[in-house]
């Protein structure tokens, strides 16, 4: 495969990140963002104040408002949040390049996966999945990081972990999409559990339960998805979900935090231009599980303090008070 220029569909802190990465090497990158002053902040001063403050950019970074002009990238990294990337990628003609997904969600609605939402938008466009622990202000600065490359097509994806690797950000190939995708849309849902334990101040304990009993949960959901354990105990899965879950760098984990601290999930979520894609994913996940008949009390306890019907005490009440079982089922 040959391939001259990385497309970045999606200017807020993952996609700018990402651009970076990519044209840390003098690599041309074109990332196409929604907002205009997003676009002339990168072309005009090489920065994103909006999405990623303080990170000088790669003048081999190149903006523009029109999703067409990403036509002539040959390989395109797709990182608009999990419920707009129908839209967005639906609303481009971008020809037939591989796209590398990277938002962390499950579509509301339809319940997919973003893989499964690509190949109704492009059908027969060749796909990978890219997730793993990377909070975007440290790859953009630089910091090392490794990551899931998943891919059904074990010789396209060699081929887009080597055009992406760098010398800090250090892609592992794998076959297993749906186990990559599942990792990086459960941790998020987590995060925000082990936020609300950080808010209402309930201990490194608590923390720790929640993370291991959250990764029980994420591996029951994902093998009747048919994920691979390895996968989900791998980098996008139990590696994001060590990471989210444990600092006020993420989204969703601040998002908990101020459940936590009794704030209501319609005052936080108000107004906020960055995404927490776990509020979005919990509830469409949860329904998720119950079509695959896969338990997920974590889940539901936060799609309850989401929604405001329970208050923290009562939800942390009803974990503790579940009938006593086996760890390993
Ligand atoms: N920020 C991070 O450290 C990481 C984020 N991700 C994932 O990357 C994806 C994108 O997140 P960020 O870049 O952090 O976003 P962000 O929170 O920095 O910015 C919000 C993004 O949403 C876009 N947006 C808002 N409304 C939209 C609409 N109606 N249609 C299309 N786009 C819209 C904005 O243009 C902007 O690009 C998410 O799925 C996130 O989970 C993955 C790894 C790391
Ligand atoms: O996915 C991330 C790190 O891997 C970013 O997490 P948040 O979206 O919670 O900030």
Redesign the pocket.
């Known amino acids: 495969m040959t391939m001259e220029k990385i497309g970045v569909i ?6 700018t990140a990402l651009a970076q990465t990519a044209a840390s090497e003098g690599e041309p990158v074109l990332i196409w ?3 205009g002053e997003v676009v002339r902040a990168i072309n005009d001063h090489c920065e994103n104040p909006l ?1 990623l403050p303080n990170v000088p950019l790669s003048r081999k970074i190149r903006a523009t408002s029109q999703l067409d002009d990403l036509a002539d990238c040959d390989a395109i990294l797709v ?4 419920q ?1 990337m129908r ?2 990628l639906g609303s481009a003609s971008i020809g037939f390049a591989p796209l590398i997904l ?4 499950i579509e509301a609605g339809s319940k997919k996966l973003m893989s499964e939402v690509a190949a109704e938008v492009y059908p027969g466009a060749p796909i990978a999945v890219l997730s793993g622990p ?3 202000h440290e790859v953009a600065k630089g910091l090392p990081a490794a990551v899931t490359l998943a891919c059904e097509d074990a010789e396209l994806g060699a081929s887009i972990a080597q055009r992406l690797a760098r010398p800090n950000f250090r892609p592992y190939l794998s076959s297993d999409v749906v186990g990559a995708e599942i990792g990086g849309a459960v941790k ?1 849902v987590l995060a925000i559990a082990c936020g609300v334990v950080e808010g209402r101040g309930l201990g490194q304990n608590a923390r720790a339960a929640l993370i291991s009993r959250g990764f029980a949960e994420m591996t029951r959901f994902g093998l009747a998805r048919g994920a691979q354990a390895e996968t989900l105990a791998g980098l996008s899965g139990l590696g994001d979900l060590v990471l989210t879950c444990s600092s006020v760098n993420s ?1 969703n984990f601040s998002l908990g935090k101020g459940l936590g601290e009794g704030k209501s999930a319609e005052d936080l979520l108000a107004d906020r ?3 927490a ?1 776990g509020a979005f994913t919990a509830p469409v996940l949860r329904e998720a599980a119950v079509d695959a008949g896969v338990e997920m009390p974590i889940t539901e306890a936060v799609c309850a303090l989401i929604d405001g019907h329970v208050s923290v005490d009562f939800a942390v009440e009803a974990l503790m008070a579940r009938p006593l079982k086996s760890e390993v089922r």
């Open positions: 999606g200017g807020g802190a993952w996609g963002a929604r907002e999405f990182v608009a949040p999990a707009h839209e967005t990277c938002a962390k969600g990377t909070f975007a998020n989204r231009a960055t995404v894609e």
